[in-house]
């Protein structure tokens, strides 16, 4: 057997580090692990229709890249720069255009590569567009901060995720109808082993009561069925994580408290198998509850199966 490869690795044991820490920072501050990361990439643009500002490379003109880095899914670059050594860092910058072919709103999920004149990745980021109408199409601008040693370069299109609107994840702006907002982070990746941190936070005005497990539907890329993944209560022998384990106790939730649950796997892949991934997966915080679809980019090789911990309040501060 072997590990496919991923773009961020660290150690089994910091995976065991961070998922103690990432449940348990709260009280014990001093045992958690602090991530220091310097930001370097930015989204902008708010308008709909062309995005704003002049690029060098226009709609019209031949723009540089490979057909695919500049159409998918919706989503299409019509314009962009090279990187501009007038700011510092430089920015490189490409206007770009989202449109819903779909019977209903979507939110889109946008992850934009910077390249260097010779095709090498300087940066990434992610930009959201959220709650584009069935037929609209919406003009935005996105910016990337890095460097390119000859000057040159260009923006691709390296992935493109769209939820409904109607269940895309609520990180900020006004509480949902629910009450609460269900996200999931980024999570990290060891020699194999991934875990994905979900989190719910009371944003309402009323208690809200927990007792179990998150529910989960599994999505494809065409965000239908995925094929047969086994889900299991705890770490179903994924690996030993402090607290993974830990049985489904009654959890209330006080306005403005948090509790946290996590998936786990391995992507691992037999010879001669057929790899899954499942970039879609819809959460339940709980039975009745409405859905939230979330893009954690379950990689699950041909292990078929993920486990998913049991719901834990934060401690309070």
């Excluded at 609209?136 to 923006?155: A, F, H, K, Q």
């Excluded at 990180?171 to 999931?184: I, Q």
């Excluded at 719910?200 to 993944?229: H, I, Q, S």
């Excluded at 299991?232 to 946290?260: C, H, N, S, W």
């Amino acid at each position: 057997m072997h590990e496919m490869t991923r773009s961020r690795r660290i150690s089994s044991a910091c995976i065991r580090v961070w998922w103690d820490g990432w449940m348990r920072a709260a009280v014990f501050p001093a045992l958690s692990v602090v991530l220091t990361c310097a930001v370097f990439a930015t989204g902008c643009g708010t308008q709909d229709g062309a995005g704003g500002g002049k690029a060098a490379v226009s709609e019209g003109s031949a723009l540089p890249g490979d057909p695919d880095d500049l159409a998918r899914d919706g989503v299409r670059i019509t314009g962009m720069t090279g990187w501009s050594r007038q700011e510092t860092p430089p920015v490189i910058s490409a206007e770009f255009e989202v449109t819903n072919r779909e019977s209903e709103p979507f939110t889109y999920t946008i992850t934009f590569d910077g390249l260097s004149g010779h095709g090498e990745v300087v940066e990434n980021t992610k930009q959201t567009v959220p709650e584009v109408g069935p037929g609209r199409t919406v003009g935005r601008t996105v910016r990337l901060v890095g460097s390119s040693p000859d000057g040159r370069g260009r923006v691709r299109i390296a992935e493109v995720r769209r939820v409904p609107a109607a269940e895309a994840p609520a990180e900020s702006g006004p509480c949902p109808p629910s009450g609460v907002r269900l996200t999931a982070d980024d999570g990290d990746a060891a020699m194999g082993l991934r875990v994905v941190g979900l989190r719910l936070t009371n944003c309402g005005t009323r208690a809200y009561r927990l007792n179990g497990f998150p529910l989960l539907e599994l999505l494809d890329e065409n965000r239908k069925p995925a094929p047969a993944v086994k889900v299991v209560k705890g770490g179903g022998g994924i690996a030993t994580v402090a607290g993974f384990d830990a049985p489904a106790r009654p959890v209330v939730l006080e306005p403005g408290q948090t509790a946290r649950a996590g998936l786990m796997w391995r992507n691992t892949t037999d010879a001669g198998g057929t790899a899954v991934n499942v970039p879609y997966v819809r959460v339940k915080a709980k039975p009745g509850a409405p859905p939230v679809m979330v893009t954690p980019e379950l990689d699950l090789g041909t292990t078929g199966k993920l486990a998913v911990s049991s719901w834990r309040k934060d401690p309070a501060r």
